[in-house]
């Protein structure tokens, strides 16, 4: 089977070892996914120079965000390995705009990937 994300043309911006992309399936408004052009399944499996690449177009993106949308905080997120829900096995980065309200508490932040534990 084809990897999705091997074969993007359409990205917001990217650089010589990564690209930005809007997620198709947006978590909220402005959701942008980091993608390195090498196909590697995990961030560990990254080099040095693929690792500074991605963070470059999460800063780039975040800039881009907050003028188009001007959100109110991120998420910042990577799901490595099927254990940690990840679908797609190309190396990815989850960049989630937040706004106020878009859920009624969000304490915890990503902690919230195992609901129980959220609250603290």
């Known amino acids: 089977m ?5 074969s ?7 650089n010589s070892y990564a690209l930005a992309i809007y997620d198709r399936y ?13 196909h590697i399944s995990s961030y560990f499996e990254a080099t040095a ?6 963070w470059e177009l ?17 998420n910042v997120g990577i799901n490595i390995g099927k254990a940690a829900g990840q679908t797609v096995m190309h190396l990815h980065v989850h960049l989630i705009p937040r706004y106020k309200g878009d859920i ?5 932040g990503v902690r919230g990937v195992l609901p129980d534990k959220r609250m603290y």
């Not at 084809?2 to 091997?6: A, G």
């Not at 120079?49 to 991605?54: D, L, S, T």
């Not at 780039?60 to 109110?72: A, G, N, V, W």
Request: aromatic share 8%; proline share 8%; with cysteine.
């Open 8 to 14: 993007f043309t359409d990205a917001i911006m990217e």
């Open 104 to 108: 009624d508490n969000p304490t915890g």
């Open 26 to 38: 947006p978590v909220n408004k402005g959701h942008v996914l980091i993608i390195s052009k090498r």
């Open 49 to 54: 120079e693929e690792k500074q690449a991605i």
């Open 2 to 6: 084809l990897c999705p994300f091997c």
């Open 58 to 74: 999460i800063d780039k993106s975040k800039c881009l965000l907050d003028k188009r949308f001007q959100p109110d905080g991120y």
